[in-house]
C-alpha cells in the first residue's frame, strides 16, 4: 500500500514538474485586478474631462475636429491617458509576475515565457498598427473595437502556455469587442467593460483559485 502510495506521489511530482516547465505559471490575479481598476479610472478621467455622462456616446466625434485632424487638447489629454494607464499596467504586471516567480522559485523568463510572450505580442502589435491607420482614416470609433478583438486573439492565442482559464478571458474580449463594433457610440464604454472590469474578474479568479 505504501508503495503504491509513493508510485502515485512520485507520478504527480513527475506532472507538476512537466507541467512547470511548458506553462507560464507566474501571472499574478492581482495585477489583472489593478489593471481593471487603472483601466476604469482612465475611462472615467476621460469621460470627465470631454464633459460627457455615462450614459452619453458619440465620444469619438470629439476626438477629431470637422477636417479629420486630432482635436487639440481633446486628443492630446486621452494620448496621455492612454499611456500613463498602459505604462502603469505593463509595469504592474512585469512587478508582479516576478514576484510570484520568485516565490515559487520558477523562472520569470524561461523559454516558455518567450513563447507565450510572440503569442500574445503578434496579434496585439497587429492590433496597434490597424488602430493607427484607423486613426489616420479618421475611423476613431473603430479603434475600441479592434483593439478589443485583437487583444483577445492575443490571449487565446497565449493561453496554451499558461493557465486555461486564459483563454476564455479571451473569448470574452473579442465578444465586446464585437458588440463594440456594433454599438459605436459606446465603445469607450465597452473598452472599460473589456479592459476594466473583465480583467477585475478574471484577475480574481486567477487568484482565488491558483494564489489564494
Known amino acids: 500500500m505504501n508503495k503504491q502510495k509513493e508510485q502515485l506521489e512520485a507520478i504527480r511530482d513527475i506532472r507538476n514538474l512537466m507541467e512547470r516547465s511548458s506553462r507560464f505559471l507566474s501571472l499574478s490575479g492581482l495585477a489583472g485586478v489593478m489593471i481593471g481598476i487603472a483601466v476604469i479610472t482612465g475611462v472615467a478621467s476621460a469621460y470627465a ?23 487639440g487638447d481633446v486628443f492630446k489629454f486621452l494620448l496621455m491617458d492612454v499611456l500613463l494607464v498602459l505604462a502603469f499596467s505593463i509595469t504592474t504586471v512585469t512587478i508582479m509576475s516576478m514576484k510570484k ?14 513563447r507565450m510572450t510572440v503569442q500574445l505580442a503578434v496579434p496585439m502589435l497587429a492590433g496597434a498598427i490597424l488602430s493607427m491607420i484607423l486613426l489616420r482614416h ?33 473569448i470574452a474580449e473579442i465578444l465586446t469587442g464585437l458588440l463594440a463594433a456594433i454599438f459605436i457610440d459606446y465603445g469607450m464604454l465597452f473598452w472599460a467593460f473589456g479592459f476594466g472590469v473583465l480583467h477585475i474578474v478574471y484577475g480574481t479568479r486567477i487568484y482565488f483559485k491558483y494564489e489564494k
Open 138 to 170: 479618421g475611423l476613431v470609433g473603430f479603434i475600441a473595437p479592434v483593439s478589443l478583438i485583437f487583444y483577445g486573439l492575443a490571449l487565446f492565442n497565449a493561453s496554451k502556455y499558461t493557465v486555461d482559464d486564459l483563454q476564455y478571458f479571451g
Open 101 to 114: 516567480a520568485k516565490k515559487q522559485g520558477l523562472p520569470i523568463w524561461d523559454g516558455t515565457a518567450k
Open 49 to 71: 474631462y470631454m464633459g460627457l455622462a455615462i450614459d452619453q456616446g458619440g465620444y469619438h466625434t470629439l476626438i477629431l475636429n470637422e477636417n479629420g485632424e486630432p482635436n
